[in-house]
């Protein structure tokens, strides 16, 4: 009798969406295809149980479509949780759009995106993310009210940058105080892997609190610019993930924790915007324990924007977004905390309560 064996890529092909790792009882993934202006996007919506699904556009020239998927997949998970641990009425979605931004990003493109957007009646919010910028959300606007981050003269809050990155440094005090016993950043060594709109602002954070700072990004001309502006140092070593720092900041693309990297870390602490830092959230969150450093779980610290773009939602004034973001470093303290209490990984630590407000408003709704 002949037994017909499927291999690695036929069976990822039989089950493209629910035999995804990064697939987690997501509620609904779509997929949006428009010829006229070439538009290729997948948006997927994890969890509406606390509110709408909100989270940004990423535009990204991916290597290939399985890649977007995965991408967004693990993207509108952390977005559910970080909504439910930042204490928002939201669920968690995000959009990725296959391209290269600079050279394949039209307003067509976004508007046709926008209709995409519009037809799932306010299942799904978008916002700005990599690849995207408050302009590119204002023409999206056009062709839908689903969409926050749009900019200040048109009612909306504006580039939610500087928020995301000020909840980081947040993030990035508390995790200093929770390991050295102070917050103080005076004369500490902190490393920002990439220096987009939220690595610089959280430069300028750093260097204003005294650290040394050190910066690292693919892009020379943004390395120069940020050195001249800040005085940070561009680290030129071929192993950043080696380099002798008291923090290490990533807040480029994710998955930057892996099995390549992780022990070649040699920060005492790891804080910073970007998403899905841990490859493997069980395996690598273990391993920096073990190792004794200190991990401010992503979703927690990088949760600024999505303060931001919600206060469009819900009508809230600047003072009420800084004082919401502020309190990242309470939260990350008790997070760090709760771990070492409860001999946990703090990635876990945060993903318990998340998961148990989402479940407590999931038992409410059935009532």
Known sequence: MQVDV???????????????????NH??????????????AIIGIHNTVLGPALGGTRMWNYSSEWEALNDVLRLSRGMTFKSAITGLNLGG?????????????????????????DSLSGKYITAEDVGMETADMDTVREV????????EDKGGAGNPSP???????????????????????????????????????????????????FISDI??????????????IIYDEADVYAADVDIYAPCALGATINDDTVNRIKAKVIAGAANNQLA???????????????????????????????AELENYDK??????????????LEILSKADKEDMTSHFAALKIAQQRIEDRKKQNLK
């Open 144 to 151: 839908t009210k689903y969409v926050t981050g749009i900019s």
């Open 219 to 232: 892009n020379e001309e943004r390395l120069e610019a940020v050195r001249n502006k800040y005085g940070a």
């Open 280 to 310: 493997d959230e069980v395996t690598h969150g273990t391993i920096l324990r073990e190792r004794g450093i200190v991990y401010a779980p992503d979703f927690l610290i990088n949760a600024g924007g999505i303060i931001n773009v919600y």
């Open 319 to 332: 003072k009420e977004i800084m004082r919401k973001t502020e309190n990242i470093y309470n939260t990350t």
């Open 163 to 213: 928020i995301t990155a000020y909840g980081v440094f947040m993030g990035i005090k508390a995790a200093a105080k929770h390991k050295f016993g102070s917050d103080d950043l005076e004369g500490k060594s902190v490393l920002v892997q990439g220096i987009g709109h939220v690595g610089e602002t959280l430069v300028e954070h750093l260097t204003q609190d005294g650290a040394k700072v």
């Open 6 to 24: 499927l291999n690695a890529n036929e069976l990822k092909k039989s089950a493209p969406v629910f035999g995804q790792l990064s697939f987690d």
């Open 27 to 40: 509620e609904q993934v779509v997929f949006c295809n428009d010829k006229d202006t070439g538009l290729k």
């Open 93 to 117: 979605g995000k959009a990725v759009i296959i391209g290269d931004a600079k050279t394949q990003k039209t307003p067509e493109l976004m508007r046709s995106f926008g209709r995409f957007v």
